[in-house]
């Protein structure tokens, strides 16, 4: 199995929101400009980043979840857990948190540069 990382799937993440003229770069455009202009995310373009990535995380598989998984803190942390111990629901719900604080970090990096 080759290894699948966090920095994979955001890249490919942001691959496709950034792709030119499509509805996911024209949300991402919406995003940069309500954060230049509001310095915040609109709660409803937060719960639509948060659907997408869910939607990303949906096409994995399951050992490609468990590795990105595994370079959490909360993986880290763990009292010796081991793989046939973990639920893939809980997994994919602490995945969406921890990729929308790195989403939001460099939404917020990508509008400062642009502003």
Same mark, same amino acid.
């Given at each position: 199995?080759?290894?699948? !990382? +966090?920095?994979?799937? *955001? ?6 929101? +950034?792709?030119? !003229? ?10 940069? %400009? !309500?954060?230049?202009?509001? $310095? ?6 937060? /719960?639509?980043?948060?659907? *997408? ?13 468990? /590795?990105?998984?595994? %370079? +959490?803190? $909360?993986?880290?942390?763990? &009292? /010796?857990? !081991?793989? &046939? ?11 969406? /948190?921890?990729?929308? &604080? ?6 917020? &990096? ?6």
């Amino acid at each position: 199995m080759a290894n699948f !990382s +966090t920095e994979q799937f *955001l890249q490919e993440y942001f691959d496709a929101l +950034t792709a030119g !003229s499509n509805v996911e770069y024209d949300f991402w455009q919406s995003i940069m %400009e !309500s954060i230049r202009l509001r $310095n915040s995310i609109q709660q409803s373009m937060y /719960e639509m980043l948060e659907q *997408l990535v869910n939607q990303r995380l949906d096409m994995l598989k399951k050992d490609q979840l468990v /590795e990105i998984y595994k %370079e +959490t803190e $909360n993986w880290l942390s763990a &009292d /010796e857990l !081991s793989e &046939d111990d973990l639920s893939i629901e809980l997994i994919k719900i602490e995945l969406i /948190e921890e990729m929308m &604080d790195q989403i939001t970090s460099i939404a917020w &990096d990508q509008a400062r540069k642009k502003h």
